[in-house]
Structures are given as structure tokens and as C-alpha cells.
């Protein structure tokens, strides 16, 4: 009889890295209802993309624990009790109305999925959001630097960006 080991063990194992074990807790109508209230809290316009278009469902996804789930249920419950149908089939100005309503009524929820939203869009990259820099492109942030010249001080012309995170090698 073959001795079982720790190094046998792992040699045969798989590793799955915990965010994917909770990205494949998260059913599609949950990630389309999360990316259609992170698109409102942050939408596009004229000027740029939405928290969507900036990867700020990347960043949230991993981390949807359970008052963030409920949170997101009531979103749904909120639109489907006050137009019939579920907050993704909602025009823009629907969904405007439903967050609101779960602004008042569930103060901390909204809070915390605000923050998570502004994180994602804004946040370094190497954190899983602001896919290709488009949160920063969006408030002309050049990205970190460890020196600025004197003629880059001056900021009469727009700062050159950097196009790398801080952290991660990115």
C-alpha cells in the first residue's frame, strides 16, 4: 500500500484561488444586477465611461458577502415592487428612482456599495478594477510617480500618464 503524504496530496491537487471559488458563487442575474447598480451609481455620459466600462464589477464581485447579496436582493425587490419588472430591465431613470428608495432605506448597504463602486472605478488596477486605466483617464489622474520634473510641476499642459499601478508589477 502506496503511503499517502502531504507532498502526494498537493501533487495530485488542483489549486483554485479563493476569488474564483467566489466568483463561481455568484449567479448571472446577481453580476447583471450589480453591473446595472454600479453603472447608475457612477454612470457614462459625454465626458466618459461608466463604473461598468471601468471594470468596477470586477473589483466588487470578489467581494459580495452576505449583507452585500441581500442588499443587492432588495434593489431588486425595490424595483420589481415599485415598476413590476427587475432593476436590469429598468430604464436609466427607473433604476435612478429604485436607488434612491434603497438609499433612504438602507443607509449602510447603499454607503458601502457607493464605496466599493468609487474603489473600482478610481482605485489602482492592480486591485481588479479600472480595467486599462479608464477610471483615472476619467479624472486625468497621470498615475503614480516617484519624482516629478520641475517642468512637469508647472502643470500648464496635462500631465504625460504613467500607464502602471503601484503595485503588482502592472
Known amino acids: 500500500m ?3 503524504t502531504r507532498r502526494s496530496v498537493l501533487a495530485g491537487a488542483t489549486l483554485i484561488p479563493a476569488t474564483a471559488i467566489r ?7 446577481e453580476m447583471a444586477l450589480l453591473e446595472a447598480a454600479v453603472d447608475r451609481i457612477i454612470p457614462p455620459d459625454h465626458l466618459g465611461p461608466g463604473a461598468k466600462d471601468c471594470g468596477a464589477t470586477g473589483y466588487v464581485a470578489p467581494l459580495l458577502d452576505q449583507p452585500l447579496r441581500d ?3 432588495s434593489i431588486d425587490s425595490e424595483a420589481r415592487a415599485k415598476f413590476g419588472k427587475p432593476f436590469v430591465e429598468l430604464p436609466a431613470a427607473n433604476q435612478d428612482e429604485v436607488l434612491t428608495a434603497i438609499e433612504t432605506k438602507a443607509r449602510p448597504f ?3 456599495l457607493r464605496q466599493l463602486t468609487l474603489e473600482g472605478t478610481f482605485g489602482d ?14 479624472i486625468r489622474y497621470p498615475g503614480p510617480r516617484l519624482a516629478v520634473s520641475p517642468e512637469e510641476q508647472k502643470l500648464r499642459d496635462p500631465i ?3 500607464r502602471r499601478s503601484a503595485g503588482h508589477g502592472h
Request: a positive charge; aromatic letters at 12%.
Open 2 to 4: 502506496k503511503q499517502i
Open 23 to 29: 466568483s463561481a458563487a455568484q449567479t448571472v442575474p
Open 71 to 73: 442588499g443587492l436582493a
Open 110 to 112: 447603499f454607503n458601502r
Open 125 to 138: 488596477p492592480s486591485y481588479g478594477g479600472n480595467r486599462a486605466f479608464a477610471g483615472w483617464d476619467l
Open 160 to 162: 504625460k500618464p504613467v
